[in-house]
């Protein structure tokens, strides 16, 4: 099973095949765990990495939730595969550029399991809009059948033990993806991060850690793990992510009310820009993007083409873009693939009209 | 390792480690983190001390207020329950 069977095969978050949410993008539960008695991944040789990674491929793969699942062996995929997986969020950039990393792939997407990240294991569940409970459900599942066939580091005081005290205890971070154009174009988006941080959460970019927020989408997640329960954890998480969105919705209306005429322009050079443009980069196919996502969201395109959108945000990243070339591109080649890539897709998209508030 | 092996990398070495380094890295954890007892879910099968049972049981009597005040009534079931369980294991 190869990586482009990966990327190529539909998902959740991809073909927005479940329950979706404006505003939410995805969901996702992330577990940090380890085995006792063997040196944590980042002080362990090569050879206790790879004893570490076929104890727990031989724990993972006869559950029935890894039933077909696609196993990958980092150090065996082309760079550019590699990199693919991180724009997937399937796989982080640690494990990518690490030694003796491997991941397995729940067929359906929603689980992946990292073995040899920072943790031997790092267990995500990943659901399309905002299901935050159902996430965590299914990785309460995994982590009793995984407690059940291995031995985990863990202490009656300090909970599960990770290699970084960050993650220590329940070892789960729990975070939602948030589109918030809205609050980024009225310039509040800083006061809203500032808010959060000072209550215990994180807010990073459409690739986590380090990364910024192309097309104003910024990931919402926990930062402590230690001292609380996870349900506390959660139920903390939950009454951001809806602050959050209700504040996203107010700065729509306000933006929408206020500009008039002025918010159909920009809508509408975003789309001119996608549907015209013979060089794209990166950051401007994003930054446009985000627009027409929100022109979908508020009625001035029909909904059900932020689907094709949030495939154009995912498709038009650069090792998607190479990978679908099939050879490496240099910068001015990659932005004129995404170029005629997104003007093709939206071809047949209708002129964005007056948005529609309800 | 030791805590200068600890501070060049900021990763510890092993599930000992953290026995060996406790009492210098509790105050690193009394800054980032919540507490210093863990209070989430434990392996299948493990069983907690009498006094872990304790403290879990008033933590979860006082997130079982702030379930039913937020109306978080799934949250508020399954912490009734487990308050059970506690006050089961404590007598």
Redesign the interface.
Known sequence: MSVRDILSSENELTHMLGAQQAIVLSTRIRLAR?L?????P??AKSAQRAKVTELCLGALNPMPKFRRAHEVRMEALPELERAALVERHLVSKELSGGKGGAALVSRDQTVSVMINE?DHLRVQVVKGGWHL?AAWHIA?QL??AL??ALP???????????????N???G?RASAMLHLPGLCLAGHMDKVARALGQD?LAVRGWLGEGSDAAGNVFQISN??????????IL?HL??WVRNVVEQEENARLRLIESEGEKFLDRIARAFGTLRHARLLTSGESMANLSLLRLACDVGMLPEARRATVDRLMIEGQPAHVQLRAGIELDTEARDALRAATTRDTLADFPEPSAPKLS | ?NDADFRK???????AC??AL?PA?EP??GK???????????????T??PE?AKMRLD??RR?MV??VQ?E?Y??AA??RDLIRNLEGQIA
């Open positions: 380890n006792n008695d063997h040196p944590f980042g002080w920072e409970r309460e982590d009793d407690s059940s985990l580091a863990y202490s009656d005081r300090l909970g599960f033990l990770t290699a970084c005290p960050t220590v205890g329940t789960l215990g930062q402590q793990t230690l001292g609380l329960s996870e349900d506390t139920r939950s009454g | 390792m990398k900021g990763r510890l070495g092993c599930s953290w026995t406790l890295l690193l954890l980032i983190q919540c507490g210093v007892h863990h209070l989430g879910r434990s392996p299948s099968g493990v907690y001390s872990q933590a979860a997130e702030e379930a937020s978080d799934e949250s399954r912490l």
